[in-house]
């Protein structure tokens, strides 16, 4: 699906303190094509025993070897006449879609999670696939609920994660920038729900409900440590100007950062007064009228994005 994260900072390395040199350093000898997912997983089956080592190389490899190319969408329209005909295409899709994805080295978002959906499949690793909602640009705050995104559950050693080897691919903003990451590998729930909304909640596997307007209606949160309940003002991402006088005030849990300032558009002004405690922070920023957005910036990185209505 549409891929416009421009300001997800791609991590590098594993981003929850596994080690798995072993497992990358092996797939740097991999091919960067195979005719088919079935002979990509005979190297897995040959090179790795346990399911979190063969994860790793299944996600690895879709990461360092796939690109998006959103023109791949007008590769697999097709209509159908009834529900039969539907499932028999829905299945032949499926297949012509993991097969063009492994042997081009394209696709959307589709293409990501089917083959690795496929290849954890070969390797009879329990997984399945989830259509939900996403959340990455200033226009997605505050819109109703689409399913316009697709990711993976997998079952390591029978606990289920959330992988996204779509976002751990790269960036595109126009065109593909390759920048591979492993925060969206086995990516904790309270920080994949920032960004991902499944079409069932039961596959966000949190404790609290968090409804669908209320995800629309969060603040974009940048900073991939911040989670949603350390933003306790202001809450909504939707910031109305009638709402606020001259100023909106600003409070952040687990955080003290040395520097921070906002941006309603190209230039970043610093915040001289911050009113620090043990463990949260809390500062003004100066309602502009007319305004569209609002960035706010931790240590010179943006962290929090609003829309102005």
């Known amino acids: 699906m549409k891929l416009l994260f421009w300001f997800f900072i791609a991590l590098n390395i594993s981003a929850f303190g596994q080690d798995y040199q072993r497992v990358d350093a092996i797939l740097t000898m991999y091919p960067d094509s ?4 079935e002979k990509l997983s ?3 089956s040959r090179d790795f025993v346990s399911e979190e080592d063969k994860v790793r190389a299944i996600y690895t490899w879709i990461i360092q070897n796939i690109a998006y190319n959103p023109d791949e969408y007008k590769k697999f329209d ?3 006449s009834n529900y039969r005909e539907r499932n028999e295409k829905d299945e032949k899709l499926r297949n012509n879609i993991i097969q063009r994805t ?3 080295g394209q696709a959307v ?3 990501y999670a089917m083959l690795f959906e496929r290849l954890c499949e070969l390797q009879g690793i329990k997984n399945y696939l989830v259509r939900g909602d996403i959340k990455s640009n200033f226009s997605d ?3 109703p609920f689409k399913r316009i995104h697709m990711w993976n559950v997998a079952t390591i050693d029978g606990k ?3 992988f996204d080897a779509t976002w751990g691919a790269g960036k595109y903003n126009e065109k593909f920038i390759k920048d591979p990451t492993y925060f969206y590998y086995k990516t904790p729930p309270e920080l994949f729900i920032k960004t991902h909304y499944p079409d069932m909640f039961e596959d966000a596997f949190l404790n609290n409900t968090i409804t669908k307007e209320q995800f629309a209606a969060m603040p974009l949160i940048i900073k991939r440590e911040l989670l949603p309940t350390d933003i306790e003002s202001p809450t909504s991402g939707l910031l109305f100007e009638e709402e606020y006088y001259d100023e909106i ?4 849990k687990n955080i003290n950062p040395a520097k921070i300032s906002y941006s309603y558009g190209d230039q970043v002004v610093p915040i001289k007064s911050v009113e620090r405690e043990a463990d949260r922070i809390k500062f003004n920023v100066p309602l502009i009228i007319g305004a569209k957005i609002l960035l706010i910036y931790i240590d010179e990185k943006p962290t929090l994005g609003y829309k102005i209505n």
């Open 42 to 44: 005979k190297f897995i």
């Open 249 to 252: 005030l600003f409070s952040i």
């Open 141 to 143: 705050i505050g819109r």
């Open 102 to 104: 492994i042997k081009t």
């Open 160 to 162: 289920p994660y959330l």
């Open 78 to 80: 097709y209509k159908f």
């Open 109 to 111: 978002c589709e293409g």
């Open 34 to 37: 195979f005719e088919s997912p």
